[in-house]
Every structure is written in C-alpha cells, then in structure tokens.
T-cell receptor
Framework: EPEVTQTPSHQVTQMGQEVILRCVPI?????FYWYRQILGQKVEFLVS????????KSEIFDDQFSVERPDGSNFTLKIRSTKLEDSAMYFC???????????FGQGTRLTVV | SQQGEEDPQALSIQEGENATMNCSYK?????LQWYRQNSGRGLVHLIL?????REKHSGRLRVTLDTSKKSSSLLITASRAADTASYFC??????????FGSGTRLQVQP
C-alpha cells in the first residue's frame, strides 16, 4: 500500500541551526502538507502546497519556515534558525484531490537543544 | 469550544465493549475526518464523512455527522486491545488545511 515516508525519524539540532525535514508523498498525489504536534498538544497545520506553490499557511509558518518540492518526489520543510520552541513532531501529509483524505507520514521528531 | 473538540478526553473500556467518541466543531465544514494515533507515532486515517452525509461505516467503525448540531461521533464496536490509541477528529473547512481536536485517549483493557 502506498505511504508517505519521512526522514529522518528523529533529528537533534542546536538552537540557531538550520534543519531540513524530508518527505516523499504518495506518488500520484497533488496536494502536500506539513503539520506539527508539540508534545502533549494538538496537531497544528503549518502549510499546504499545490502546483509548486504555497496555497495556504498558518500564522505559525513565519519567515523562518520554507517549503520546497525540489524534484518530482521529495517535499521538504526547512527551518532556517531553529528555536527551542520548534521542538515538536513534524508530520508530512499528502492527498490526491482537495477535500479528500489526507495521508500522513510517521513524523520526524525534532529536538532543539 | 474550539473547532474540532473531542469528548471524552479519556475513555477506558474492556475488550469486547463498544467505544463512542464525540467531536464538536464551530464553523461550516466540507468534510470531517477521524484519525488514530498510537503513542508517539504517525496519524492513521480512519474515515472521512462529507457534509452531505449522515452516517458512514467502515469495518467496526461507524461515524455519524449532524451538521445542524455541528457534531460527529465515532463508534468502535467490539473493541480490541489493539484499538488502544488516541483518536482525533479533523475538520476540513475548505481552506486546504485540517483543524484537529485535542483527541480522545482510548484504553482497551484485555
């Protein structure tokens, strides 16, 4: 069964460093998303991406964040200068069409020290 | 309450019993989705119900949607220990973003 894959599963980084979280969405999907879940809190929407551009973003997704689809398969989230409060589980998701099921990856646990 | 709030927050039942979780939301939706999350793991999509649907079944899962009350319920019948997880409702309001609730932690005792 097709699935969304994320790498790495766990990343530890020093405050102020740049991190890139990687995702391979399901191959025939057109809509891509990043969400995050701070430990013990709700899953929060960060950004959606369609047709090589951001279609929606939340107030969390500030200038420190960027997304890219560098090739036909990868979808990345970059955090330019990490802060302690960026520590969270980051989930990538994809869907085939708008307003349909979103399939999530297993997540990348980001720890900023 | 916020968009997509579940109750109860925690539920403990015996294997074989049914588990019912509720979700309330505030704004109009295109669809409502239920997800399961095992501790520290990814989100697994369970079922999607559209705003023009009232009930949907998938295996041991039954979801209802009442748009007049802005509420949904997830029923898991004949629960198993493997159903132990957190369950989240997520609303799609047409913004190409899902809004998740706080979740219900379900514990099924063997």
């Amino acid at each position: 069964e097709p699935e969304v894959t994320q790498t790495p599963s766990h990343q530890v980084t020093q405050m102020g460093q740049e991190v890139i979280l990687r995702c391979v969405p399901i191959s025939n999907h057109l809509y891509f998303y990043w969400y995050r879940q701070i430990l013990g809190q709700k899953v929060e929407f960060l950004v959606s991406f369609y047709n090589n551009e951001i279609s929606e973003k939340s107030e969390i997704f500030d200038d420190q964040f960027s997304v890219e689809r560098p090739d036909g398969s990868n979808f990345t989230l970059k955090i330019r200068s990490t802060k302690l409060e960026d520590s969270a589980m980051y989930f990538c998701a994809s869907s085939g069409m708008v307003y349909t099921e979103a399939f999530f990856g297993q997540g990348t646990r980001l720890t900023v020290v | 309450s916020q968009q997509g709030e579940e109750d109860p927050q925690a539920l403990s039942i015996q294997e074989g019993e049914n588990a019912t979780m509720n979700c309330s939301y505030k704004t109009s939706i295109n669809n409502l989705q239920w997800y399961r999350q095992n501790s520290g793991r990814g989100l697994v999509h369970l079922i999607l119900i559209r705003s023009n649907e009232r009930e949907k079944h998938s295996g041991r899962l039954r979801v209802t949607l009442d748009t007049s009350k802005k509420s949904s319920s997830l029923l898991i019948t004949a629960s198993r220990a493997a159903d132990t997880a957190s369950y989240f409702c997520a609303t799609d309001t047409g913004r190409r973003a899902l809004t998740f609730g706080s979740g219900t932690r379900l514990q099924v005792q063997p």
